[in-house]
């Protein structure tokens, strides 16, 4: 694919001032503010201010002359992404964590560069809001056009029923990372790759990467590293807090604990948004009036905690939690610890199943639990199945009907009034393309490599009726995810963890554990919904901060910051930061 390339000269029509919001200009006054803190270098033509792959690549703003950032296929020069001029800079997300660059950079004439490191760049960009502000809108702009042009990206092969392309799709399609996607079933291109790298069939998926390095139908935490998206590399820091997963809970206590000067660390087992980063659109959060899907929801948020610099652990569950002498040790899935004073659970809820023979054997071969535009593309024009009665359901079934042929709603009961929201049910009656099926369950799945077909009854005639659909969309409820590390934890009946009163903890969310809070769906008697978790992640660190100053003279590490009256970037203050910033 031809990418045009921006010049900040040009600006001709839409896709190009679209593209000019991602590449503002910095003002002479800012230029001269941000000489102070940098290093300016000079750049011969043809010299490489950065390559493809380099991880913790520092900010560059030209002062004069012209670079130009440029893709590459494996060896080859490819696209130029975009040509930067006098006040423009480099960097996208890649500037907020430690992923590897997508692109090389180098300079077109001889040019003055001003070299702003990355520790400096965290500093301006907690301090100066004009300066974040522009920062933050081209970090998000460009990785944006990325996605949208998969520049830079890999090229994923395989088939679009595997449930193990289906996992990579999904991985890379949550995480923002470009990404060409190839059936050979249905693509020639496809074919040539496999034939050109020798593949077998039972190699597929396999995902090349930009450098042209091959993974054989990888784990997502191995695509995870080789992408660059784990932040975590320094296992010495003892952070403030740690928080496990990043669901809305998560990622709300990772922005306040973060942006409030304490250390802080998340672990997302999968991809951050959690369950509300599959739904293809949230219509009652605060705020967005025409909706918001949970990817944007999440990618905004996963930006805004980084910004103040809260480090991920992308797709590492965390197994085991121990405390010794007042500090907790996650491990996590590859066996190093991260250590902490305080820990937040967030780790929310899983989606249930349904109880029928052969239901493993299709999960993620046309079984899903989320229904976005990812798995819209999968079943373009067909008949798909929703199961259930909730307001989970009600949307995906509303979201689906825009691309499939008909969606069959199968509900238990007789109604719907008591399990979803008002304005779904209207919208489900009035829908042509929704066919409501009450007092219905599944009774069989069948298919040969993947679902092929599926049967259900009619409870109350016991009609049977089988139709040619190959996705289901289970949509259920889900349990609370308080498994494995959190055995000493004080939970309800039903699993969730108990917080508060019930434990007596004096914090709403402390648990019965000294210095461990739960928050979300995971927590007994949450409510289960994105401002609630959101609500419960950032008032949670209130009490952390209660916690961390009464044990202040136990660890003199923490202190409570103070916040907005000196600028971050002097140095009295970056030595009264807490470590790990
Ligand atoms: C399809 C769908 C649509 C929805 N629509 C709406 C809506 O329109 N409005 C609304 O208000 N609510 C909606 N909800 C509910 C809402 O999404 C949840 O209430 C909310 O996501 C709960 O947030 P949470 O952070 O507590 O947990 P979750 O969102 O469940 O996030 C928990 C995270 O923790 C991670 N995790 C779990 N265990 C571990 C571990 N051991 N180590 C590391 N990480 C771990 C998980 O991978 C996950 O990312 C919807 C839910 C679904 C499924």
Known sequence: MLIPPISCAANTNRQQSNRHASFPVFGQEIVTRLMELGVVEIFEPGAFLFLRGAR???????????????????????????????????????????????????????????????????????????????????????????????????????????????????????????????????????????????????????????????????????????????????????????????????LAAAVYAASEGLSTVVIEGNTPGGQAGTS?????????????????????????????????????????????KNIYALHLEDGEPVTSRTVVIATGARYQKLNLPNYERFEYQ???????????????????????????????????????????????????????????????????????????????????DCLQEVTWRDNAIGKIESRAISNVFVMIGARPRTQGFCHDLAVDAKGFIMTGGAVASESLFGTNLEAVFAVGDVRSGSVKRVASAVGEGSVVVSDIHKYLASTKKADSAYSVPARGVVPAYMPAVMQALPQGF
């Open 56 to 250: 913790d690549v520092d900010m560059f703003v030209v002062v004069d002359g012209e670079i130009e950032i440029i893709e590459k296929i494996g060896q080859m020069t490819g696209n130029t992404f975009a040509v930067l001029g006098r006040g423009q800079f480099t960097g996208e997300l890649d500037l907020l964590d430690s992923r590897r660059t997508l692109f090389d950079c180098r300079a077109i004439t001889r040019s003055r560069i001003l070299r702003i490191n990355r520790s400096m760049l965290r500093q301006i960009i907690r301090s100066e809001i004009e300066i974040a502000d522009l920062v933050m809108q081209a970090c998000m702009g460009r990785r944006s056009d990325i996605v949208r042009d998969a520049s830079g990206g890999v090229t994923l092969i395989g088939h679009k029923h595997s449930a193990d392309t289906i996992r990579l799709l999904r991985f890379l399609t949550r995480n923002g990372h470009p990404y060409t996607m190839l059936d050979p079933s249905t693509n020639a291109d496809a074919n040539s790759l496999i034939h050109s790298f020798d593949f077998q069939q039972a190699h597929l998926p396999v995902v090349l990467l930009g450098d042209q390095t091959v993974l054989r139908n990888p784990s997502t935490a191995l695509l995870s590293d080789e992408l660059g998206l784990t932040d975590v590399s320094d296992r010495t820091t003892v952070y403030d807090v740690a928080i496990i997963g990043a669901g809305p809970a998560g």
């Open 280 to 324: 293809s659109r949230i219509e009652n959060y605060l705020g967005f009036p025409t909706g918001v899907s949970g990817q944007e929801l999440s990618d905004r948020s996963l930006a805004q905690a980084q910004k103040f610099g809260a480090r991920f652990a992308i797709s590492r569950d965390v197994v085991t939690m121990r405390r010794e």
């Open 366 to 448: 046309g079984i899903h639990y989320a229904a976005t535009a990812m798995e819209a593309g999968l079943c373009l024009n067909q008949e798909v199945v929703v199961v259930g009665a909730g307001n989970s359901a009600g949307q995906a079934a509303l979201f689906l009907s825009q691309t499939s042929k008909c969606v069959h709603l199968l509900i238990r009961g007789e109604r719907l009034e008591t399990t979803m929201s008002n304005y779904l049910i209207q919208r489900i009656l009035s829908s042509r393309r929704i066919s409501l099926r009450v007092r219905s369950e599944i009774v069989r799945m069948d298919g040969e």
